[in-house]
């Protein structure tokens, strides 16, 4: 079975302030997904990778196959930034995604 | 708009009362999914399904119902539903043109069983 841990669970930082989320997992993945879940429940979704980075706007979602870890970087970190990530993979020989239980990050003005 | 719509939103019911969540989307995607969301455990796949008619069982099945027989909806039935099932479940759609593809997401359906 695949075993996806974050960390941190929680992260409380400043305005401004650079931050990341690490995301590893135990098996070969096809697909790895970064979600946001926001205080009101919703969920959305932010990235979806299989290699390498991709960037939209502040955030930054990077990708090593080999090592079997994600990051989520947030530039120049916002309040609005504030609720809980979620990583969740879907590995290559399954239909089936499995989920790390999320960072919650509060950003203080 | 592209969108995954659940309802309700919120259900509050009673011990073994037949109850069906509704899920429907517009995208016209092959692959649905339902899970659960609960502290400290995080989201559970309850049950999935790749297109019509062809359902299979996640990480947390027991309990639930699902069916697929039109590609756009995909309801979650709790046939008896227990205490046990209190939880925040969500709905979720992808295109499986390959596995390398976006989901989207419901806003969710706070079920309460008393």
């Known amino acids: 079975k695949n075993e996806v841990e974050q960390s941190p669970q929680n992260l409380t930082a400043q305005e401004g302030e650079f931050i990341t989320i690490n995301c590893s997992y135990s098996?070969?993945?096809?697909?790895l997904h970064w979600l946001q879940q926001h205080p009101g429940g919703g969920i959305v979704s932010l990235f979806m990778?299989?290699?390498?980075?991709k960037k939209h706007g502040r955030l930054i979602a990077t990708i090593n196959i080999q090592e079997k870890h994600s990051s989520l970087h947030i530039t120049a970190s916002h309040p609005r930034d504030s609720a809980v990530y979620i990583c969740?993979?879907?590995w290559g020989g399954g239909n089936q995604f499995y989920f790390g239980t999320g960072t919650s990050l509060t950003v203080i003005p | 708009e592209a969108q995954v719509t659940q309802n309700p939103r919120y259900l509050i019911t009673v011990t073994g009362k037949k109850l069906t969540v509704t899920c429907s989307q517009n995208m016209n995607h092959e692959y649905m999914s339902w899970y659960r969301q609960d502290p400290g455990l995080g989201l559970r796949q309850i049950y999935y399904s790749m297109n019509v008619e062809v359902t299979d069982k996640g990480d947390v099945p027991e309990g639930y119902k699902v069916s697929r027989k039109e590609k756009r909806n995909f309801p979650l039935i709790l046939e008896s539903p227990s205490p046990n099932q209190t939880s925040l479940y969500f709905c979720?759609?992808?295109?499986?043109?390959?596995?390398?593809?976006?989901?989207?997401f419901g806003q969710g359906t706070r079920l309460t069983v008393v």
């Open positions: 979720a759609s992808s295109s499986t043109g390959t596995y390398t593809t976006e989901a989207f």
């Open positions: 098996v070969g993945i096809s697909a």
């Open positions: 969740a993979v879907r």
């Open positions: 990778l299989s290699s390498g980075k």
